[in-house]
């Protein structure tokens, strides 16, 4: 998998940077809108030292910023100083491989327990945390993005954190999840809630049907789903020097569904097709059905079958794909549905005020068929609530792009009224831009874009944070 990466990097933008800096004055092609004023986060794996046999996502967290502020932009990037970062920043090398893997030479006290911090970043209650699944949050300071240390509500919650947590837009609640959390390749996920005011009203624990790798789960007005896909946590195959996550088809794929106020034990599993899926674009509730879009691979792209051997390039391709689940049925069957055959992509949104609820707007990054899922996003498309195509960008050929963050124009503005930032990668000039679309004509191209004297390598996940 190094090798697959590290190969891909060379004609990509997956390779790190070696270096945090600070721009405060970027130079700018049309105009900002006087509107966007806040900080743009970024995060994503950019690891201090090459390491030998180290997966793509468990890289060193680095954090990008891009404040915007009356028409003007400015840029700061810092890696997040876990205490594995530390460590190795002091020993001058690399002292783990994949998945927490010491290397020869590595002192005993020396640990990688904290994670790495490099997957999202969130605003919630008054606080701004980087998230990896694997550990606690970790809190940041906003201006400096120094390292605040890890976050646990006072205790009030134990083990893995996701990094995708949901905040309902009514009632400003935070709800998550966290798998491996009877420990590392076990199949218990904890879940809860902390409240818009920051205090923990929830903390719970439930078995899954076997020990999955569960990046996303489903949040609606009224329920949680927990997806259990067959990329498979697995302690004898790690003790053996193997991937401790594969990919196994055979175990099938589940969801459980249970009521956000219920108990664990009333949890309903639904049975469907095997698959993978990374991301949920947004999900909600049709009288006694359940609705939700995501982003569904065929096979699990970037792990390999436990022997080894690859997954299929050509179905390790996500779609746009239709979940539902009908809670007053005689089944334990959901459905799935493709929406768009003719396009593959990755890294969903909608409108964050209308998630859990109903939506007509939603936007992913597309991808190049010719080129391998990851590195290889090129364009955005814009779909409505029906699975409607409505616009669809493309970059110039060989040129990436992030995740599309959504930003509305007021705290008053209809769905979807607002821009639309990502991040985008020139490959001729090796350097980036921040791309600013209107959110409904991304046809047109970019409005403004902010531009970069160096790249910001692909990530994972980001969001806006408004001026307070």
Known sequence: ?????????????????????????????????????????????????????????????????????DGRASYRNRWVRTPKWQAEHDAGRALFG????????????????????????IFHAGRLLALEEGHMPTEIEPGTLNRRGYCDYSGAIQGSFTAHPKIDPVTGEMVFFGYNAAG??????????????????????FDAPYASMVHDFIVTENH????????????????????????????????????????????????????????IMNAWEEGNRIIADVMQYEEAPLFNHPDGTPTDPVKSRARYCRWTFDLAGNTDRFTQTYLDDGLTGEFPRVDDRRAGLT?????YACANPDLPMFGALSGIVHVDGRGKRLGNYLLPAGDTLSEPVFVERGKDAAEGDGWLLAVVWRARENRSDLAVFNAQDVESGPAALVHLGHRVPDGFHGNWVGAI
């Open 184 to 205: 590392p390749l076990t199949p218990t996920l904890s879940f809860g809630s902390v409240s818009s005011a920051g205090t923990v009203t929830r903390f719970d624990r």
């Open 359 to 363: 939506t007509r707007h939603g936007w």
């Open 98 to 121: 994949g998945f927490g893997r010491k290397l020869p030479g590595t002192p005993a006290d020396v640990t990688n327990d904290g994670g790495v911090a490099n997957t999202n970043i």
């Open 224 to 279: 949680m789903l927990f997806p259990i896909l067959p990329i498979t946590g697995s302690m004898e195959r790690a003790m053996r020097g193997k991937a401790p996550y594969a990919w196994e088809p055979e175990k099938g794929a589940y969801v459980g569904v249970m009521k956000r106020n219920g108990a664990a034990k009333d949890i309903v599993w639904f049975r469907a097709e095997t698959c993978y899926v990374f991301h």
């Open 1 to 69: 998998m190094h090798d697959q990466v590290t190969s891909n990097a060379a004609r990509t933008n997956l390779a790190p940077i070696p270096m945090e800096c600070d721009a405060p004055f970027l130079k700018i092609t049309g105009e900002l809108p006087r509107e966007l004023n806040g900080t743009l986060y970024r995060n994503g794996p950019n690891p201090q030292f090459d390491s030998p046999g180290a997966h793509w996502f468990v890289g060193d967290g680095m954090l990008h910023a891009f404040h915007l502020e």
